[in-house]
């Protein structure tokens, strides 16, 4: 009775995670496409360094009000996890703008094979044959529904690969990190936040520059794009911490993989916001073994041997407050 009560507990908090993840991420989506497409803020990597100046802010609130608990992360490893998030920030912006729409969603596909490997070279997990088909069902469902025309370019191959395997590996070390150093996500984000939102800012405005040819301190705002870059920035909490909690609960392939529902949700409310032009059987077929594929993913995984780790990291003693909450939701 003890171990289905404690169930119930652990599959309500992941819905709870997975629907915080979702909801702001979206939200996120369509906040910055209203800032960027509508009022030419088009500033990407420097609107990322914003958001992490507001998560800094949040922590620090946390830590102020008793919310958070004091905690160490090793600079070496803080610098790693830095590099691979940056990384992973300009490397898509830039194979958005190098590579056609229908090559930067393939790029964003290998996400979950690259994923995948490391989680199969580092942490020795086993995949089930069931499983893999239906992680495979996901990327071909995503993949009807997303890619077009498919064009490549030494560059844009360039800059996809390296966006492709930073976000992999900074995905894993949110979890990594985690796991060894007996971290939440409030206290990951502690130590993560304020290094991300000085390095963005100090180069995101000449990656931005060298992108789109504009000057970010050129720009002219307007009462309607200050609100909605302030929304955005409030919005992002929610996205980073939420980040930060999936992985915690789950693992970076799935996140990957459920991550896919949110470009399924994109989709359907860009046809309901911004026009229906591009709403045809391909696309509503796509979504649909998209998440197909998902429900096949959960359940799959969910068996015994669906998905099993063969090793285990050591954890730190002492664990910290909140953070064995997050282990009981991470897969075995």
Same mark, same amino acid.
Request: charged share 10%; glycine share 8%.
């Given at each position: 009775?003890?171990?289905?009560?404690?169930?119930?507990?652990?599959?309500?908090?992941?819905?709870? %995670?997975?629907?915080?993840? #979702?909801?702001?991420?979206?939200?996120?989506?369509?906040?910055?496409?209203? &800032?960027?497409?509508?009022?030419?803020?088009s500033f990407a990597?420097?609107?990322?360094?914003?958001?992490?100046?507001?998560?800094?802010?949040?922590?620090?609130?946390?830590?102020?009000?008793?919310?958070?608990?004091?905690?160490?992360?090793?600079?070496?490893?803080?610098?790693?996890?830095?590099?691979?998030?940056?990384?992973?920030?300009?490397?898509?912006?830039?194979?958005?703008?190098?590579?056609?729409?229908?090559?930067?969603?393939?790029?964003?596909?290998?996400?979950?094979?690259?994923?995948?490997?490391?989680?199969?070279?580092?942490?020795? #997990?086993?995949?089930?044959?069931?499983?893999?088909? *239906?992680?495979?069902?996901?990327?071909?469902?995503?993949?009807?529904?997303?890619?077009?025309?498919?064009?490549?370019?030494?560059?844009?191959?360039?800059?996809?690969?390296?966006?492709?395997?930073?976000? %992999?590996?900074?995905?894993?070390?949110?979890?990594?990190?985690?796991?060894?150093?007996?971290?939440?996500?409030?206290?990951?984000?502690?130590?993560?936040a304020p290094a991300? %939102?000085?390095?963005?800012?100090?180069?995101?405005?000449?990656?931005?520059?060298? &992108?789109?040819?504009?000057?970010?301190?050129?720009?002219?705002?307007?009462?309607?794009?200050?609100?909605?870059?302030?929304?955005?920035?409030?919005?992002?909490?929610?996205?980073?911490? *939420?980040?930060?909690?999936?992985?915690?609960?789950?693992?970076?392939?799935?996140?990957?993989?459920?991550?896919?529902?949110?470009? #399924?949700?994109?989709?359907?409310?860009?046809?309901?916001?911004?026009?229906?032009?591009?709403?045809?059987?391909?696309?509503?077929?796509?979504?649909?073994? %998209? #998440?197909?594929?998902?429900?096949?993913?959960?359940?799959?995984?969910?068996?015994?041997?669906?998905?099993?780790?063969?090793?285990?990291?050591?954890?730190?003693?002492? *664990?910290?407050?909140? *953070?064995?909450?997050?282990?009981?939701?991470?897969?075995?």
């Amino acid at each position: 009775m003890t171990s289905l009560k404690k169930s119930d507990k652990k599959a309500v908090l992941d819905f709870a %995670a997975w629907s915080f993840n #979702v909801t702001t991420s979206v939200g996120i989506i369509m906040v910055n496409k209203a &800032l960027m497409t509508k009022h030419g803020f088009s500033f990407a990597t420097t609107l990322t360094g914003l958001h992490f100046v507001t998560t800094t802010l949040m922590t620090i609130a946390f830590r102020w009000l008793g919310l958070s608990q004091p905690s160490q992360l090793p600079l070496a490893d803080l610098i790693k996890f830095v590099i691979f998030s940056n990384f992973s920030i300009v490397g898509m912006n830039v194979s958005l703008m190098w590579n056609s729409v229908g090559f930067y969603q393939i790029a964003k596909l290998c996400m979950i094979p690259a994923s995948c490997l490391l989680e199969i070279v580092f942490d020795h #997990v086993h995949y089930s044959r069931d499983t893999k088909l *239906s992680i495979m069902v996901v990327l071909i469902g995503v993949a009807v529904c997303t890619v077009t025309d498919v064009s490549v370019n030494a560059r844009g191959l360039i800059a996809s690969v390296i966006a492709v395997w930073s976000t %992999a590996l900074q995905q894993y070390y949110v979890h990594f990190l985690q796991r060894k150093y007996s971290l939440n996500s409030f206290n990951l984000l502690g130590h993560t936040a304020p290094a991300q %939102a000085g390095s963005l800012l100090l180069v995101g405005p000449f990656v931005d520059y060298l &992108l789109t040819g504009k000057r970010v301190d050129h720009f002219n705002f307007s009462s309607l794009a200050l609100f909605f870059l302030t929304l955005s920035c409030f919005i992002a909490i929610g996205v980073n911490l *939420s980040q930060f909690i999936c992985i915690g609960r789950f693992s970076a392939v799935s996140f990957q993989v459920l991550g896919h529902m949110k470009t #399924v949700l994109v989709l359907s409310l860009g046809f309901i916001f911004f026009g229906k032009e591009g709403l045809n059987l391909q696309v509503v077929l796509g979504m649909v073994l %998209a #998440v197909l594929g998902m429900i096949w993913y959960g359940n799959a995984s969910a068996k015994p041997g669906g998905k099993e780790r063969c090793s285990f990291l050591p954890v730190r003693s002492g *664990s910290l407050k909140g *953070s064995s909450e997050e282990t009981d939701g991470a897969e075995k």
